[in-house]
């Protein structure tokens, strides 16, 4: 019998860690709510949450040592997954309300309002993954996924002008506009929506990441 995977859902108070939680086992792994450093490092993957602002959730993330979790895990090649604020908080800035702040800025780039006839993005809705995507591997190309969000990045600004090195695949969707619905870089990926909430299409995606880990 093959071991199950360990995951993290790093609790650092903004994020349905639930969900996430019985989502996650659901897909096959051994799954652990934790807000504590040495598990969230040792774990196979680690999951990183989001809801609400980002300024608020980079105040938290940074006051549970969260953004030392993810640098680390990340230098030593170990998977990390963000999900809604969590993906949008992996980028340079994010601007709300006229607010700037900083996020983890493990990929350039701004979070900023979408603009769109209705806001927030509440809903399922398709997304335009690559062809090679192994986040949406075995998934149909109109599978729907559950968005809610009125914020996201609307350019890919990461150029890899490193040919040995894999580019990164960008998964895109539209609500008024495109904006980035999901990235997979290496070992870090991340969904603007949320899987834990998409029904079998999110089971099916959380349990290509575990098949990765």
Known sequence: MTERKKVVVFDYGFGNVRSAERALARAGAEVEITGDYETAMNADGLLVPGVGAFAACMTG???ARGDWVVER???GG?????????????????????VEAEGLDEWPGTVGPLKADVV???GWNTVE?????RLFAGLPADARYYFVHSYA?????????????????????THGERFVAAVENGPLWATQFHPEKSGDAGAQLLTNWISTL
Do not use: Y
């Not at 990045?153 to 969707?173: C, F, G, S, Y």
């Open 61 to 63: 993330l940074r006051k």
């Open 73 to 75: 895990r990340l230098a």
């Open 153 to 173: 990045v609307h350019d890919w600004e990461l150029r890899t002008t490193n040919p040995a090195m894999a580019a990164p695949k960008v998964t895109w969707a």
């Open 120 to 122: 927030p993005h509440m």
């Open 78 to 98: 170990r998977p990390v997954m963000g999900i809604c604020v969590g993906m949008q908080i992996l980028f340079g800035r994010g601007i709300e309300h006229g």
């Open 129 to 133: 993954a690559p062809e090679d995507s």
